[in-house]
């Protein structure tokens, strides 16, 4: 058993995995039942000035009959007293001292930054999460997504935060920016303590086609909402990289993003994360998943031989390099294993419309390539007619075969390929050592 | 069309048959969607190559993952006009269910059978809602007519195709129901006449007119639809059930399969005696089985399966026998039966001989239902049509025309007894080379013909490629 224990800028939270701010951490009852489950912390639901909500505030994305793979919504911070908020919080902090709370708030001015910075410490929250993330209606009233979007009063307010707590300071980010370098160089230049991201994605979820409203609608309205749920994990890892390779991004981050499982979590912490956080995959599941995000991040840490979660951190950032500095001459070829294959054809049309026209078919006419092996560098201005390939043993008919001189190993055959381990990427001996892009234009040739 | 068929032949609500639950049960919305995004979108996907009429199943069943019934069923019916049965009717799993890749992976095959009953239900029942036809009838006309001959799966399908292409169709049928075997003689776990109507009525509405009660030979022949129409289409099917020397024929213990299953299947005051006790049924093939798990569901406490060989050589499906083997249904292997021994009208059992020792005894029982095929209609033929030794009508396995080239045939008369959806592709075939011969192009075409058309001309150029290359 590893130790998931971590200490993320001097707060130590039993394990890495934390429940976002947002509906899963709306009361003390519903946080505490979350610690009961097993998460390590929780960012309490934004407060701030509390707001009136409107219905309906959910939206989802439906893939292949698979539900919420995309999440929207446009509901704002706390609707409920901070009277209530802040009494739950010093209770539940009470009842649940080795538990980690961080209380996230949205206020406008310095005056109130102060008084509900004061009155967060004074509940007994062990760290403050400055929210710049809301894309959707707290923005329109200059908060949220709008102070990211002004890396000087980001850092201003990271700064008056600072100044008035004695607890850690977080900065939530928005990746609704171009670049998430500049929100997060200034929240480290306003002196935070650590960095939170991403927040929701500026979104329409979608239209409902009967009655042409955006979704979810309000009446006969809509507004652009959040957009979170495993489809935006890639963009947050991407967003957590560029910031944990970034020497001047010297503080602990917290990572959010779509993470549903404990394979996620370990990808965000292999990649700079020293926390994790998770709203989307609890309010689709419930605070039970956190189970076998333990018990799995666990095996696997046993697996790799690491003793403790703070091993993982950021171990895969040195392999997150600039595409000038990829090795131009690694090669390999898809491999297809003819007794796994179950004759669906799907590598056959992706690798003929989508990829290199190199994997061939015996079922019928084959429209791969069947000219010289150059990779696409010759003039293609002819449709080739189609082949008959010598089937050979009738029974291996329906296995598609790889033109291994024409495959460019781009892997698509593999992704679309539905049987597990049926099509292997091989490495391919070359001669040459490694030359990227960069090697190739300072020597001189391209 | 005013020629709809009035629903006079439905059991009533109180039948038996009408408690069964479906053994297939249509799908809700919820089950289609799952089981539709299921399937793997394969590309030149097995599935398609084991359909007799091809159907592009891959194709509707996307559209049924992304809610676009009409055009899912559209992809059915362009193949196969009588998809709403063959859905229910079909083999699958000797045929698109069976070629289903998932069996190559250890799970369960996507059930093709039961998503083409979903789409094709569901679009005739928009199609009523909305009153907007699935296939506008085709108002170019043709000035050319056709007389179909018998109102089965064949006979139906080759009208589809024409109508809507502006031919006129008239399809003759001597009995007082269409539909053929679907009406008769299927099994009613499996369709109700009533659903079989249903459908009759969906193609029927696209122009095609429909004399029932009209013998060929009889009340009208065969030399005088050849003058009148420009083609005929002969889709007669076979003719009444067979029965063995057993020296008991007429005797009303005594059924032929096919009578049997009418009887209970059409008749609303048809039911079984009380003091059944054991049924014999004498046969190996599909229809067999099918009698003998419909007379087990039906209660009937001791019903065994005569095979003359063993169950692996029974022409019956395998999959069919374990069905009926849960309802109760017992397999006989290795008998052949000899004679049925009688006190008067009475039956007491069967005398059987092992074909294995050569012993013989006797099987008690109360009635015998031979399942040993059905005769052919020969005699009904012109004698300028060719008919082979086994009795079947001699067609150009293309064209589907017979020797007389203005008489085309199709479905059981010419291939001795397949499945609905052999005549349903059948009667395509037929309607296409009719339309085609008078400078027509069908304006539907399923995957497979037009798959079919494209590999001929692919073939063509590629040789010529090669003489090309020497």
Known sequence: MADLSVNICGIKSPNPFWLASAPPTNTGEQVMRGFDAGWGGAVWKTLGEPIVNVDSRFGAIDYSGTKVIGFNNIELITDRPLDANFKEIYEVKKRYPDNVIIASLMVETKEEWQEIIKRSVDAGADGLELNFGCPHGMCERGMGSAVAEEPKVLAEITSWAKEFSNVPVFVKLSPNVMDIRDPGLAAVSGGCDGISLINTIKSIIGVDLDTLVPKPSVGKESTNGGYCGPA??????????????????????????????????????????????????????????????????????????????????????????????????????????????????????????????????????????????????????????????????????????????????????????????????????????????????????? | MSNKISPNYGLSSDRL???????????????????????????????????????????????????????????????????????????????????????????????????????????????????????????????????????????????????????????????????????TAVAPYKIQTEDSITEVNWILQHGIELKTKVEIGKDISLDQLIDEYNAVFIGIGLGAGRHLELGANNNPAVFSATNLIRKIKNDPDFSLPNDLNTILIIGGGNTAIDISRELAMLGVKDVRLLYRRSRQEMPGYEH????????????????????????????????????????????????????????????????????????????????????????????????????????????REAAFDMLKSWGISPSLHGEKYFKSFTSIFVQEMTKEENIKNG
């Not at chain 1, 006419?365 to 696409?376: F, I, K, L, V």
């Not at chain 1, 099509?423 to 001669?431: A, D, L, R």
């Not at chain 1, 990227?436 to 040739?445: A, E, I, L, M």
């Not at chain 2, 890749?101 to 979903?118: A, C, E, K």
Request: proline share 5%.
């Open chain 2, 17 to 183: 048959e009408k408690q069964f639950s479906d053994y297939k049960p249509l799908y809700t919305e919820a089950e289609a969607l799952i089981e539709a995004n299921r399937c793997l979108n394969c590309y030149d996907a097995p599935c398609i190559s084991a359909c007799p009429t091809g159907i592009d199943i891959p194709a509707f069943i996307k559209k049924i993952a992304t809610g676009n019934i009409i055009g899912s069923a559209k992809v059915i019916f362009e193949a196969n006009m009588l998809g709403y049965s063959t859905g229910r009717v079909c083999p699958v799993e000797e045929l698109c269910v069976g070629a289903c890749v998932y069996n190559d992976l250890n799970s369960s095959p996507i059930q093709i059978g039961r998503l083409q009953r979903y789409a094709t239900k569901k679009a005739m029942e928009i199609e009523e809602n909305t009153g907007k036809k699935l296939f506008p009838i085709n108002r170019r006309k043709s000035e050319k007519k056709v007389a179909l001959i018998g109102a089965g799966p064949a006979s139906l399908a080759c009208a589809a195709y024409l109508a809507l292409d502006g031919v006129e169709a008239v399809i003759f049928e001597k009995d007082v129901l269409p539909g053929g075997l679907n009406s």
């Open chain 2, 320 to 427: 069919e026998m374990v069905e009926a083997s849960r309802y109760g249904v017992r397999l006989v292997e290795n008998v052949t039966p000899l004679e049925i021994i009688r006190n008067g009208e009475k039956i007491n059992s069967l005398k059987v001989k092992s074909t294995v020792s050569n012993d013989i005894f006797d099987f008690p029982c109360d009635w015998v239902v031979e399942a040993v095929g059905q005769l052919k209609h020969v005699s009904d033929i012109s004698p300028e049509i060719e008919v082979d030794e086994m009795g079947r009508l001699v067609v150009d396995s293309k064209s589907f025309r017979t020797t007389n080239p203005k008489v085309y045939a199709g479905g059981d008369c010419i291939n001795g007894g397949k499945e609905v959806v052999n005549a349903a592709q059948d009667g």
């Open chain 1, 232 to 446: 935006i994990k890639p963009i947050a890892l991407h967003m957590l990289a560029v910031l944990g390779r970034d020497p001047k991004i010297n503080v602990p981050i917290s990572g959010i993003g779509g993470i549903s499982t404990w394979q996620d979590a370990a990808e965000f912490i292999a990649l700079g994360a020293t926390t994790i956080q998770v709203c989307t995959a609890v309010m689709h599941y419930g605070y039970r998943i956190v189970d076998d995000m333990i018990d799995g991040f666990n095996n696997y840490l046993d697996n790799k031989g690491m003793h403790s979660a703070n091993e993982l951190i950021g171990k895969a950032i040195p392999g997150f390099v600039e595409w000038g500095e990829l090795d131009l001459n690694y090669d390999i070829i898809a491999k297809i294993d003819e007794d796994k294959c179950i004759g669906c054809g799907l590598c056959y049309v992706a690798c003929l419309d989508g990829a290199h026209q190199c994997i061939h078919t015996r079922k019928g006419p084959c429209n791969a390539w069947h000219g010289d092996s150059d990779h696409g560098f010759g003039p293609r201005t002819e449709v080739m007619p189609p082949v008959w390939h010598n089937g050979g043993e009738p029974a291996m008919n329906h296995v598609p075969f790889v033109d291994e001189k024409e495959c460019i190993g781009c892997n698509l055959c593999m992704l679309v390929c539905p049987v597990p381990d049926c099509i292997n990427m091989v490495e391919v001996s070359h001669s040459g050592g490694k030359e990227s892009w960069k090697d190739r234009t300072t020597n001189g040739s391209s």
